[in-house]
């Protein structure tokens, strides 16, 4: 996907909303004006040194610490206050059009939609449109963040947080937990997958219908092992609500939270031997399923669009 | 100065007596050799030991770092496992933050201050040196336990609910927790010890207007410690509360909230930052005048910067919870006080500039390092106003942008300055050089790994790394920048190695360094060479701000004895106390000598606080009971005694009294002190209260009954009858009346326990359980706290009387009753809080009563 080097999926400047191109501007700003702090401070240091001795009064010192240490950093630090507040005011938008609740989980995230639908790892925003973004756990502190879009907001068990944010730029984004949440933290992903507002309304509709098909030998394997204490998939008996739920497992790019691509090999590799890909998983190996029992099962779970 | 006018002219020079004093004052303050080593309280000795061990534990927190940056240096390494990295990061910010760079701080200032202040010793040797056992003993529990794998691994900052509940974090989160409340317990004595050292220990005739710049910030910082760690104090004690008894404090199915615990985690953190920094702007604030040879150019600027961002820090804690979630109001009001602490920093550093430009620059090892900590500091504190940006922070929050911003400030701000400062003050302390050609390879291979390491990891963190990872994928992109910053942090790690061998390479044949080899201008430099244990020969009277370069012949008096207590006929070790604003010689206080009394009352200590930890609830109570004893034998033989004459004469005429009693004593100024400290923390409760009602609708919570009002009442009536007592008990003591007073100070005890006791049961009558609800648990902790503090001043009245019984305490030498009497002027405010919040506070907020 991208190279070493190349900025990546999760480069804050690249523009992909209007929080982070308006939070880009000011880093610009900032950047270039403490290069440039930065550089006027050491030639003084410089010139302190050296001309050590010549000529210099106590008067031109003091003059010099009143305008260089006092004088300067106040009007530049209420100028950048100024400028800070106002991109704050800019980026926390009051009206929205669309809402979203996340929930972090410990490793991964609850993703729900209007009109009751569920998902995981995965986060569908409507270019052009605000989404607000309504943040929860129950578990630890999270923070959600997915820095091609803006800022991060934490998640706080007891209290429910807001975040808005408006995408420009179709594409598949990264996302990741920025507050350490325990043992997985670090692979505590997710994708943002920005679409157009079109393609996003027959997603979130297709979404919302149950799971295609309802029966068959994968189901019956999946129920067999006792997935559905855990997982949910709407339309079947599988209403466990502890891991993500899987109605549309088969449409998602990505697996474990993020940190995977979905493929046959990988979700035969997962159901298996969670623990080596993703080490402090909560959901345990299944190293012993009959062979026939799990491709059946891994058939239908790809099949789960 | 009138006083001055009053003094004799030294008498003639004469070796035979020259020679006799110096043998007598050699024996007093000559440190025992050998086993008997470990009994020392000597400052220098002790400092040394400090200076030494917070290296050690630096080099322990280093090695882990380079073992996180070798696991990151390549993506989906598996050098470590993920349950070691995260006890790594864990354990490389707790060493790093409490067991180097604050012990440091005050290890450099139990070695330098007493001699800077031309002083003998610090006041109080002994606490020291039981400061230093608690710090060594703790730390090595703490960092101990990661050879066991039961290391923290809830992040330094150990948020809750990850670290309130046992099944999320095991054994680790209580050894952080007790080790380190152990480990604050030194930092605090050490801080009581430092101010006290700057108020009352100047030599005579240096006002504050001539104390030098480190004094200032020593006194800043001991103030800052003072008010910054007890918080963490209160909330340690929360967090332990809920994870061993299940009182709910950050559970919030229970009405408790996690982010209560970020506030006083952050009430003490952001400080903490200062109070790493200030103490190596103070070393620059020495250095740098003396390699000017110019004065501080803007001294008392200096000092009110320095005070300044004292006041400031403790208002900047909530920028380290901008994403919190908390209204827009409260962050910018915080953003704009994170702003405002750039002013008096920018202040210093062009102070310093301007200091450079007037006076004549000598090139030197020493500056060398403060021109590289200038250069690391001033890019620091320019990220610093980036993320004090509330949109700013929302990107880099919690993002190796920070964690490069964060070294950058402390390696910049901290590091750098004290290798400064180790290279400079390397021959005060050895009487040998650090060789010039290694320092310049230490500093470049630093200074330069330095960068390599943490200049790309800004931009690691803007492609969007987030900290505390142990892993990451290929795809991410970030492979490259941190390889580089792996490289950087290994020759950064040599830098040390060179540093390391200068430092402790054998330097026998090496000649010794010149007196004074930097030619500097403060006291500490008018040690003999090689060096005598004594500190200083004669204690002279200072009337300038660099003494060496501004009193004529200063030293030449000092060395023949001519000024202040140049003998020890009676075989004491004294220090001249002077007054704290203009620095009139008061008495003379006695200081007491080597003991293993500080040692075996630290194990004790550290075995309450370890065995805690362990739940081992019977060798816990055994090494409290212990604990007590020790520390009743240490004072019982070492504190309060009485001299065998009234007063002596400190020669040129001066006739100073030996004893000393209530607010003219070092120790009442102790106990105020730690008092303070102790207040600090109580507030910490208090604030718990506080906060649960603004967050909570109704609290105390509909349907819970307050406790019972009437039992409140007479409890509060009888603290504060036991505190009546106990100031009648000094008033009649010092009238003559001993034996009525010591009736008195039997019976206050009983008292004073029984009006807890009915506190306690007016939390009982109502049915309050610590378990069911934060309010609960609030009430609770605080009857606790109240509880343990009056059992403790239950025990020092009858101490008190027996030492009057014992002849040791009589109505002219009453300091341990006069300080006593202090400590419960502070329960009686503690009691009184205590009523208001618990029986007064629901019926005004509007609670169910």
Redesign the interface.
């Known amino acids: ?13 690249s523009g992909a909303s209007e929080e982070a191109q ?2 880009e501007t ?2 610009w700003i ?2 270039a004006g ?1 290069g440039v ?2 550089l006027i ?2 030639a ?2 410089f ?7 010549r000529s ?3 008067k ?3 003059r ?2 009143l305008w ?3 004088a ?3 009007v530049v ?1 209420a100028a ?2 100024g ?3 106002l ?3 800019s ?2 938008a009051e009206r929205s059009d669309l809402t979203l609740e996340v929930e972090g989980e410990q490793w991964w995230w609850r993703v729900g939609y209007p009109g009751g639908v569920v998902t995981a790892n995965e986060v569908r925003l409507p270019r052009g449109r605000t989404a607000e973004i309504l ?1 929860t756990a129950d ?3 999270h ?1 959600f ?1 997915a ?2 879009l ?5 998640m ?4 429910e ?2 975040l808005t944010l408006t995408p420009t730029t179709v594409g598949n984004w ?1 996302g ?12 505590m992903r997710f994708n943002v997958i920005v679409m157009e507002p079109d393609a996003f309304d027959a997603w979130l509709e297709d979404e919302a219908a149950p799971a295609q098909p309802e029966s068959g030998p994968g189901l019956e394997a999946f129920l067999g092992e006792g997935c559905g204490a855990c997982h949910t998939i709407r339309g079947t008996e599988a209403q466990g609500l502890v891991g993500p739920d899987l109605t549309h497992f088969g449409a998602r790019t990505s697996l474990g939270a993020g ?1 995977l691509a979905l493929d046959r090999d990988t979700l035969r590799h997962w159901i298996t031997h969670t623990d080596t890909l993703k ?2 998983v909560k959901m345990p190996a299944y190293p012993d399923i009959p062979t026939e029992e799990l491709e059946d099962m891994i058939d239908y779970l790809l099949s789960l669009t | 100065m009138s006083w001055t006018d009053d003094l004799a002219p030294p008498a003639p020079y004469d070796k035979a007596r020259d020679e006799a004093q110096r043998s007598r004052l050699l024996d007093v303050w000559r440190e025992p050799t050998g086993w008997r080593r470990f009994s020392a309280v000597n400052n220098s000795i002790v400092g040394r030991w400090y200076l030494l061990t917070s290296f050690a534990f630096f080099v322990f927190a280093g090695v882990l770092a380079l073992l996180m940056r070798s696991q990151l240096a390549v993506p989906e390494n598996d050098l470590l496992s993920m349950d070691f990295y995260n006890q790594a990061f864990t354990m490389h910010g707790t060493v790093m933050m409490f067991l180097f760079a604050v012990p440091i701080f005050e290890a450099v200032a139990i070695m330098v201050l007493p001699e800077i202040l031309g002083a003998r010793d610090l006041p109080f040797p002994r606490l020291s040196a039981f400061g230093y056992w608690c710090f060594l003993i703790g730390g090595v529990f703490v960092c101990g336990s990661i050879f066991f794998d039961a290391a923290p691994d809830g992040g330094w900052f150990m948020y809750p609910p990850l670290s309130s509940d046992p099944k999320q974090t095991g054994i680790g989160t209580d050894i952080w927790l007790l080790g380190l409340s152990f480990i604050e317990v030194a930092s605090i004595a050490a801080a009581i010890e430092l101010i006290i050292g700057v108020l009352k220990c100047r030599p005579p005739g240096m006002r504050l207007n001539l104390m030098p710049l480190y004094c200032w910030y020593v006194l800043v910082v001991g103030g800052m410690i003072l008010f910054a760690f007890p918080p963490l104090i209160a909330g340690d004690l929360l967090l332990e509360m809920e994870r061993a008894f299940g009182w709910v404090f950050f559970d919030v199915d229970k009405g408790g909230d996690p982010l209560l615990w970020q506030h006083l985690f952050w009430i003490f953190g952001h400080p903490e930052v200062y109070i790493i920094f200030l103490p190596s702007i103070a070393l620059i604030a020495t250095i740098l005048p003396t390699f000017a040879r110019h004065p501080m150019v803007g001294h008392s600027l200096v000092v009110l910067s320095a005070v300044g961002i004292a006041f400031l820090s403790f208002g900047l804690w909530v920028h380290h919870m901008f994403t919190t979630g908390l209204p827009n109001i409260s962050l910018s009001f915080f953003s704009a006080a994170s702003e405002a602490v750039a002013i008096p920093t920018g202040v210093q550093i062009f102070c310093f500039l301007a200091t450079l430009m007037l006076g004549r620059f000598v090139p030197s090892i020493p500056m060398l390092f403060a021109s590289g900590a200038l250069a690391i500091f001033v890019f620091g504190g320019l990220t610093g106003v980036m993320v004090a940006l509330v949109p700013f922070d929302w990107q880099a929050h919690d993002s190796y942008f920070i964690v490069a911003h964060l070294h950058y400030t402390l390696i910049g701000g901290m590091l750098f300055p004290l290798l400064a400062g180790i290279y400079y003050w390397y021959p005060f302390a050895t009487s040998k050089m650090l060789s010039d050609r290694l320092g310049k390879w230490a500093f470049w291979l630093m200074f330069g790994g330095f960068n390599t390491a943490f200049l790309p990891m800004h931009w690691t963190g803007i492609l969007g790394m987030p900290r505390r990872v142990w892993t990451y994928s290929l795809e991410d992109g970030w492979g490259l920048l941190n390889m580089v910053s792996t490289a950087g942090a290994f020759i950064m790690a040599a830098g040390f190695a060179v540093l390391a061998w200068d430092v402790l390479r054998p330097k026998g044949k090496q000649p010794l360094a010149a007196r004074n080899p930097w030619n500097a201008g403060t006291m500490e430099w008018s040690g003999e060479v090689p060096d005598m244990p004594w500190g200083i020969r004669s204690i002279p009277v200072i009337s300038t701000r660099y003494p060496l370069w501004q009193q004529d012949g200063l030293l030449g008096q000092v060395d023949r004895g001519e000024w202040f207590l140049p003998d020890a006929k009676e075989g004491k070790r004294e220090l001249m106390v002077t007054d704290i604003l203009d620095a009139r010689p008061m008495f003379v206080q006695r200081v007491p000598g080597p003991t293993y009394k500080t040692l075996l009352c630290a194990l004790l200590l550290g075995g309450v606080f370890i065995f805690a930890t362990y739940h081992w609830w019977v060798p816990t109570a055994l090494s409290g009971i212990g604990f007590v004893a020790a520390l009743i034998w240490w004072l019982w033989t070492g504190t309060g005694l009485i001299p065998e004459k009234d007063s002596k004469d400190c020669s040129r005429g001066l006739h100073l009294p030996l004893y000393a009693s209530g607010s003219r004593a070092v120790g009442w100024w102790a106990m105020f002190i730690m008092m303070i400290g102790d207040m600090t923390a109580f507030f910490g409760l208090v604030f718990a209260y506080m906060f649960f009602w603004t967050v909570h609708e109704s609290f105390p919570p509909v349907g819970t009954v307050p406790p019972d009002a009437l039992y409140l009442l007479l409890g509060l009536a009888l603290c504060l009858g036991a505190w009546a007592l106990v100031n009648t008990a000094c008033v009649w003591n010092r009238n003559g009346r001993r034996e009525a007073a010591r009736t008195l100070l039997l019976i206050a005890p009983i008292v004073g326990l029984t009006g807890v006791a009915a506190m306690g049961w007016a939390c009982l009558a109502s049915d309050l359980n610590p378990t069911r609800h934060a309010y609960d648990a609030t009430c609770w902790v605080l009857i606790l706290w109240l509880a343990g503090h009056i059992a403790a001043g239950a025990l020092m009245l009858p101490y008190c009387a027996a030492r009057s019984w014992a002849g040791h305490l009589t109505p002219f030498h009453d300091a341990d009753l006069r300080n006593v009497t202090l400590y419960w002027h502070f329960m009686a405010v503690t009691a009184l809080i205590t009523y208001l919040l618990l029986g007064i506070f629901p019926l005004v907020s509007g609670g169910t009563a």
């Open positions: 996907m991208c190279l070493p080097g190349c900025s990546g999926r999760h480069y804050w400047f308006s939070i000011l880093a900032l950047f403490a702090i930065w401070v050491m003084l240091a010139f302190a040194m050296r001309s050590s001795g210099n009064t106590e031109s010192a003091r010099m610490i260089g240490g006092f300067f950093p106040t630090l950048l206050l400028t800070g507040l991109t704050l005011k980026i926390v943040l578990d630890v502190i923070s963040w820095p091609a803006g800022g991060k907001i934490d706080i068990p007891g209290r947080n807001r990264g990741l937990c920025a507050e350490y949440c325990g043992g997985a933290h670090a692979q940190i080490p402090g």
